[in-house]
């Protein structure tokens, strides 16, 4: 069966700054539809990769993001998670660790391995973060970005004084 993201195309390298982010749609938590697209036009996108709810780093970031939500609004950003995880799997995190931020479900691992942060050992996300801004045509453009080890959390200060 065809998915909305059937049309990104895998890459073998990180998504570098400058290049347009490739539009996805995907499933949050509540298997409502979150495109890119639609977001772009309200602002500057901060995608986290993460590779598995529930575990301690991913936990810890993720409470962070919903920790500092008010922040990222007022600077006229949003921020998602995104994961392999089902949206069955990211609705019970949400529930359990008080998430407030939006989850996506990239269960086919289309989105991960179109920006580049596809981690084969595991099949899952590997962490790493994403800013995206609009670009003068009005789609996504990739602002800044950066691959981590999964024990490294984002550096909060950095990415928030490249947004809005």
């Known amino acids: 069966m065809p998915t909305p993201n059937d049309h990104l195309a895998p890459r073998t390298g990180l998504i570098a700054v400058g290049e347009a982010a490739p539009d996805f749609t995907l499933p ?37 993001v919903s920790g500092e939500l008010a922040t990222w609004k007022a600077k006229g950003a949003q921020v998602v998670g995104i994961s392999c995880d089902s949206f069955a799997a990211l609705k019970a995190f949400a529930a359990a660790e008080g998430l407030t931020h939006t989850l996506l479900s990239d269960i086919h691992r289309h989105v991960c391995k179109a920006y580049g942060l596809y ?3 595991l099949n899952v996300s590997q962490r790493g973060t994403v800013v995206i801004g609009k670009s003068a045509d009005g789609k996504g453009k990739v602002k800044w970005v950066q691959a981590r080890p999964p024990s490294e959390a984002m550096d909060f200060e950095i990415i928030l004084s490249l947004v809005g």
């Open 28 to 64: 949050d938590a509540d298997r409502k539809d979150w495109s890119l697209a639609e977001a772009v036009k309200k602002g500057d996108v901060v995608l986290c990769f993460f590779p598995f709810a529930f575990t301690g780093v991913c936990t810890t970031e993720m409470k962070c």
């Open 119 to 121: 981690w084969a050992d």
